[in-house]
């Protein structure tokens, strides 16, 4: 099964300051996702990645940045925190080339700016 | 982008079928359905895929009409631990899929 890892769990943050979430896949996945989960919108995806330093906006790019430096590795920065991106935050990848793409998702990094 | 209509929220009791409908009059030739699992505090989970007919896993069953235009997933004798979130989406690639709000299945001892 592919494993997808994000590094923390729980993460509390102040505003202003420069949050990273990483995210890190085991099954040579090309795809990689990042979408923000709030009560009532459901998934919304802020980034992607299919492939090694290729980044493309998603719904919500506004805020936040991506880097892709090696293929199992896909990194979500938030410049300056502020309160309104206190989130779910959820890693996911899929195997690019086949018509019925499955995303595998990690746990999720629960984000709060305080 | 193909959108899907799906009940907000579903009661049932342990032991039952629940069957969750979903709508996507707008799915286009090459379109799958998928379905995915949310517990709370976790990542969406695959649980089943199709494009026509049925599919049947060890988890569900995903009934499709010769239309597409809908889709039913059928889980067998729920237990407590299948409470959970469950999304219909339809699209071709992964970036394309629009997860809504999803149906809130609760299972009743």
């Known amino acids: 099964d592919v494993k997808v890892t994000q590094s923390s769990r729980y993460l509390v943050k102040r505003t202003g300051e420069k949050v990273f979430l990483e995210c890190v896949q085991d099954?040579?996945?090309?795809?990689m996702f990042w979408y923000r989960q709030d009560p009532g919108l459901g998934l919304r995806l802020i980034y992607f990645s299919y492939d090694v330093k290729m980044k493309e906006k998603g719904d919500i790019p506004e805020g936040y940045s991506v880097s892709r430096e090696k293929k199992e590795r896909f990194s979500l920065i938030l410049e300056s925190a502020s309160t309104n991106q206190t989130s779910m935050y959820l890693c996911?990848?899929?195997?690019?080339?086949?018509?019925?793409?499955?995303?595998?998702f990690g746990s999720g990094t629960q984000l709060s700016v305080l | 982008l193909a959108k899907t209509t799906q009940p907000i929220s579903m009661d049932s009791y342990e032991g039952q079928e629940v069957n969750i409908t979903c709508s996507h009059n707008n799915i286009a030739t090459n379109d799958y359905i998928t379905w995915y699992q949310q517990f709370p505090s976790q990542g969406p989970r695959f649980i089943i895929q199709?494009?026509?007919t049925k599919v049947t896993n060890e988890v569900a069953s995903l009934f499709i009409p010769a239309d597409r235009k809908s889709s039913t997933l059928s889980l067998p004798r729920v237990s407590l631990s299948d409470t959970a979130v469950y999304y219909c989406l339809v699209g071709e690639g992964a970036q394309k899929l629009v997860f809504g709000q999803g149906t809130r299945l609760t299972i009743n001892p």
């Open positions: 996911a990848s899929s195997l690019s080339g086949v018509p019925n793409e499955k995303l595998f």
């Open positions: 099954m040579d996945h090309e795809n």
């Open positions: 199709g494009y026509k």
